[in-house]
């Protein structure tokens, strides 16, 4: 089955780091990766769809120079969290569609919970 | 924009059939998933509805009525490992998953 892997799992860092967290879609391509924010017993939050060799969209909230998204590949996209802050602690969690039709499920990375201190 | 709704928690017992449900009001409706998440996890996929009626997949059964908005996702045969949150998400034409607030099962021995 399609299998996307996200990494790191899990980061720890100081107030003003810069974080970047990867998704690869491993035996598929995906010209469309989604991110993700989630925060503790809620649902999903869209931030932005990936799209490779395009710039990214990104949903009504979503600061673009805050968290930057690159797609350079039909195979990985990566979210850079810039100058992280506290309150941008979260589990964010990307995923990606094995081919573009509505009824192709999304398959998620395993999340990356990012603590800022 | 979209307004899903689906009750926050419920409680069933090993063996035992549950059905959550979930409401949602759209425009440009394309379709209606149910993912399986457990706690600290990624989403799971578990069933796709675009036409009305009843998916079955195995233990797990999903309906979809568009003119009502309203999906259920019902599970028989309850597990242990069924406790999960289950989300519903809808899909709309241009190309976006909006996801419910999900539903906590817990099954109990």
């Known amino acids: 089955g399609a299998v996307v892997s996200q990494h790191p799992s899990w980061v720890i860092c100081k107030s003003g780091t810069s974080v970047k967290i990867e998704c690869r879609s491993l035996?598929?391509?995906?010209?469309?990766m989604f991110w993700y924010r989630q925060f503790p017993k809620q649902s999903l939050m869209l931030m932005a769809t990936s799209n490779e060799g395009s710039k990214a969209t990104y949903e009504q909230g979503v600061e673009k120079d805050k968290f930057l998204i690159n797609h350079a590949s039909l195979t990985l996209s990566t979210l850079t969290v810039t100058s992280a802050h506290p309150e941008d602690s979260s589990f964010y969690i990307c995923s990606a569609k094995e081919g573009q039709g509505a009824s192709q499920p999304q398959h998620f990375g395993d999340g990356t919970r990012l603590s800022i201190l | 924009g979209q307004n899903i709704d689906q009750p926050t928690e419920m409680t069933a017992t090993e063996g035992a059939i549950v059905q959550i449900n979930c409401t949602y009001q759209t425009s440009g409706f394309n379709g209606l998933f149910w993912y399986q998440q457990h706690a600290g996890e990624a989403p799971t996929f578990l069933s796709y509805?675009?036409?009305?009626g009843l998916e079955e997949k195995g233990r797990f059964s999903s309906f979809l009525s568009r003119s009502k908005g309203y999906s259920y996702l019902l599970l028989k045969e309850l597990q242990m490992k069924d406790s999960a949150s289950y989300l519903c998400?809808?899909?709309?034409?241009?190309?976006?998953?909006?996801f419910g607030d999900g539903t906590t099962l817990t099954v109990k021995p």
């Open positions: 509805n675009v036409l009305d």
């Open positions: 998400a809808v899909t709309t034409n241009a190309g976006k998953s909006t």
């Open positions: 035996d598929f391509q995906a010209t469309t």
